[in-house]
């Protein structure tokens, strides 16, 4: 039986300039998904003039959202590292490049690089209920490497060897 348990998963984010020794993820939100993995399409299509279909690759970057607990150290350190990539006046963000780690309980390890955090609250937001919403965070990333199997694990040696001959 394949175990689909996500119980025990960690995120390790760096970035260049905000936090080049990194912190890491561990109070997800209960009221949102922990962390979400926008799908991506590799590939584009054209329709041609006598009916036949062109298709191309084409580069595209991965998204992906984290929600935490409001007020938790880990809702803290992405504020600071959105508020360090939000411009005001008189102020001018430095230039940050953002890392992402993630540990999945089964050994499987992805690792997403070239990236910044693009969206998330500078303040907390309230529920109908009463309660406070789990604050969510969108990265986007330019590169991603790593493998959730050892059958992709191959797969990405054998691509790379291909890719070189």
Aim: no cysteine; aromatic share 8%.
């Amino acid at each position: 039986m394949i175990d689909i348990s996500g119980f025990g998963a960690s995120i390790t984010v760096l970035a260049v300039q905000s936090f080049p020794v990194g912190f890491s993820l561990s109070q997800f939100a209960d009221d949102q998904d922990p962390l979400a993995v926008e799908d991506i399409e590799a590939t584009a299509y054209e329709m041609l003039m006598d009916g036949s279909i062109f298709i191309f690759d084409k580069a595209v970057p991965v998204k992906l959202m984290v929600a935490v607990i409001p007020g938790s150290s880990d809702d803290i350190n992405l504020k600071i590292l959105l508020q360090s990539r939000k411009g005001a006046a008189s102020i001018i963000p430095l230039p940050d490049v953002t890392s992402m780690v993630i540990s999945y309980p089964d050994g499987g390890k992805v690792i997403f690089t070239n990236g910044s955090i693009i969206k998330g609250p500078l303040a907390d937001s309230i529920q109908l209920s009463g309660r406070k919403k789990g604050n969510v965070y969108t990265f986007v990333f330019g590169s991603f490497s790593g493998a959730q199997s050892a059958k992709q694990v191959i797969s990405g040696l054998v691509q790379t060897f291909t890719s070189l001959l």
